[in-house]
């Protein structure tokens, strides 16, 4: 029963470079949310996503920011361009079909360190 | 602006002591989540409180949701080097999102 699978769990990039987040979603969930931890923060909530579809980006930054969830394959958290300010651990969080709980719990991943150079 | 503060932020005690962290608010959320994080990893979910007044048991550590849905508590009987670690409170307000706003934290250390 394999949890919230994250990759690569360490991330190194240059200024300037892009930065691919990937995320599993656990078996049978079918909602992907990404959070971001900055240091000496607390996590923050980036965004949400269905199938193919974008439900809530409120939490994203307007630029160099994106995400998406294809119908096959994991979830992807994108970032163009990185500065050294884009540096934190970034979790990705996944909660069954919303029928089938009257509540929502989230399951996370162990995340990705992203350290910009 | 911080919606969910926890107190305290850091506490270190003797292996055997007792503690309460508190999770409060002045929002109303639809449930509440707490999690325990180890350095290096992932948010661990520990409970789920949906009923103002509910109070849930998992071993030791005992977790209450305010009257209001507005505040929370954890409480750890005979703490263990094992707990240590940061507890953190998540509240989530429903709707289309249910998106989690998370508190500030509290750092356990538990001495042997």
């Known amino acids: 029963n394999a949890g919230v699978m994250q990759n690569p769990r360490h991330l190194v990039r240059r200024r300037g470079q892009e930065a691919r987040l990937r995320c599993s979603p656990m078996k049978g969930h079918s909602h992907v949310y990404w959070y971001r931890q900055l240091p000496e923060e607390g996590l923050k909530f980036m965004v949400y996503?269905?199938?193919?579809?974008?439900?809530?980006e409120s939490g994203m930054p307007k630029e160099r920011f994106s995400a998406e969830f294809p119908k096959e394959g994991p979830s992807i958290l994108r970032i163009q361009q990185v500065v050294r300010g884009d540096s934190a651990a970034y979790f990705c969080?996944?909660?069954?079909?919303?029928?089938?709980?009257?509540?929502?719990?989230?399951?996370f991943g162990p995340g990705t360190r992203l350290t910009v150079l | 602006t911080q919606l969910l503060e926890q107190s305290p932020q850091f506490l270190s005690i003797q292996e055997g002591e007792n503690l309460t962290v508190y999770c409060n608010s002045s929002s109303v959320f639809s449930s509440l989540q707490w999690y325990r994080q180890e350095p290096g990893e992932g948010p661990v979910l520990l409970v789920t409180v949906v009923t103002g007044g509910e109070v849930k048991k998992l071993k030791r550590l005992t977790f209450q949701f305010g009257d209001a849905r507005k505040d929370s508590s954890l409480h750890i009987t005979a703490a263990q080097p094992g707990d240590t670690g940061l507890y953190l409170c998540?509240?989530?307000?429903?709707?289309?999102?249910?998106?989690?706003?998370f508190g500030t934290g509290t750092l356990l250390a538990v001495q042997p």
């Open positions: 969080a996944s909660s069954p079909t919303r029928g089938l709980s009257s509540y929502n719990e989230q399951f």
């Open positions: 998540a509240g989530a307000r429903g709707g289309a999102t249910n998106k989690l706003i």
């Open positions: 996503l269905q199938k193919e579809n974008i439900i809530d």
